[in-house]
């Protein structure tokens, strides 16, 4: 490998040498790569070691140079050596200006010494095939729990020692490490989704060498924990999240915003936001009554549920494949990408997540749990009643987690940045972080999407810029807008009128804080000051065409759906397709 040459290559203490070197893959020109080693397990560090792979991309402005900057694409599972060059051209400029922004996938993902369960990656996509969303009915449940059982045995004959070392403390750990192998005294940081839950486990593992960290798209770190009770917990994972709730909260805002729109901005617009959500619970109805194509009822509500991530261009995607589904028509798919397949890696996320999380050990657990999301969130609740259902037979238990406390006071504060109709990480999680972290800001944004990153807002990245330079914390209170509503034309400005944003789930107005542009909100609350253009999709990550758009598996929680984050060859309707929207 290349030698270390030049900030933050060498030894930064303990022994951990990064040896960066120009990354080998198309998608990943401009970068650098690197290989860690670590221990396996932090409390035997000279037993076995495994691999952590890095990648970074070099501060531009190298005479500014301010350091380094730790980036997480969530998850969990979600590998940064993807998801950094996918989501690079979308972080502030001023940022990308002074700092070497880092990545990396972490243990037990990507190509990390990684839980992988299947010899090939075909052999990995054949054996998940025909495995539903969620399943539907009593013979389709039964089927879905002997297929995520078996899973769990293979995973356990393949590598039982590293199923009980990946877990999130596991991981904070080893961004220690790589903090000290890049020269940092204290930790920069932006983690997003999943990648929240990371940040808030390292802040309170080594309070004292927080720098700057930005928690976007906030996932409750007491909930995920159940709050550190033993025993069975009463509800799974991302019903204790909440996540249910947030996907219906944005469903809703679709549905009504697209209502309001004309068939030109949403291709599923029934004339009126009442008439656009009869028409969305009629399509539903009629694929319960059988599929279009391949398109049945689970898989078109997770598609749904994946859309509503990354406002441009997944909800105009969304309302494309909800009218083509609606006239009869099975939406476009793309063909398989050419070359060899990436291992798609669905095993990985819920490694992490059923080896800490606390979820119910009887599968028979799942349907009541599905009944009571319904009645909460409707179909979507389905999705997120069942997706924590393999962890039910999951043979591991972390050997070392953390579960709190999470109040250790920091040596700087975190700001907190969540989206009011957050589909994935609910508002009320943003809330819950700041308020269980000592010290942190939350930073509001009026808008929708899973993460700020993702969902572009002048006004975040300004605040964001400033704390991560100075440490100069928003206004409390604070409220930013996005760029660019929902079925608006990218790069043109939109009329105001066409997108209104009501008062959200939190029950408060938009009148106080500050827009994108750092101005007031007029009354009504809507901004006051015109929508800057933004790119329709990180590049590298998909064919360079706009429009398309990415649902992952049952356990990817995070950015991975909202950015694009999913690997070459999960092309089959088993480990949901990418498709491009027509």
Sequence with gaps: MASAGGPGGGDGGD??????????????AGFECAVAKVPLDHAAPSGRTIDLALIRHAAADRGRRAGSLFFNPG?????????????????????????DIVSWDPRGVGESTAVRCFDTAGEAAARHEGVPPFPVGAQQQRAYVAAYADLAQRCERRDPQLLRHISTADTAR???????????QRLRYWGISYGTLLGATYANLFPDRVGRLVFDGNVDPRAWANRGAGGEPELNTFLRLGSHLGSAATLAQFLDLCGRA??????????SPAATRAKYDALLARLAKGPVGTWTYARAVGEVRGGLYSVHPGWSGTADTLQSLWQGRAPDESPAPSGSARYPGFEQSLAVMCAESPNPASPGRYAGLEDRAVRQAGALGRWWAWANEPCAAWP?????????????????????????????????????????????????????????????????????????LTGALPPEGARCGQDVPPFTTVGKPPSRA????????????????????????????????????WPLRPPGLFPDRPGWIAVV????????????????GMVKEGVRSVRRAR
């Design 15 to 28: 022994g951990l040498v990064l040896r960066w070197r120009p990354c080998t893959q198309p998608a990943q």
């Design 174 to 184: 080893d961004l220690d490490l790589l903090r000290r192998a890049v020269g940092e």
């Design 75 to 99: 998850g969990p599972g979600g590998p940064g050596t993807v998801g950094l060059p996918g989501l690079y051209g979308k972080f502030p400029q001023e940022l990308k200006d002074r700092f």
């Design 396 to 468: 591991a238990r972390a050997a070392d987690p953390y579960a709190g406390p999470w109040n250790r006071t920091p040596a700087h504060p975190v700001l907190v940045v969540n989206a009011v109709y957050d589909p994935s990480t609910p508002y009320r999680a943003g809330q819950a972080m700041a308020a269980e972290l000592a010290g942190a800001r939350l930073l509001t944004v009026d808008g929708y999407g899973h993460t700020a990153l993702d969902n572009p807002s002048t006004c975040v990245q300004r605040h964001v810029v400033r704390y991560v």
């Design 553 to 568: 598996l049952p356990g990817m929680t995070d950015a991975a759906v909202g950015a694009g984050v999913v690997k070459e």
């Design 262 to 271: 004309p068939v030109s901005g949403c291709p599923f617009s029934a004339g």
């Design 498 to 533: 066409a997108s209104p944003l009501p008062d959200g789930p939190d029950g408060t107005g938009r009148t106080d804080g500050t827009d994108r542009t750092g101005g007031t909100w007029s009354t009504g609350g809507r901004p006051a000051g015109p929508f800057t253009p």
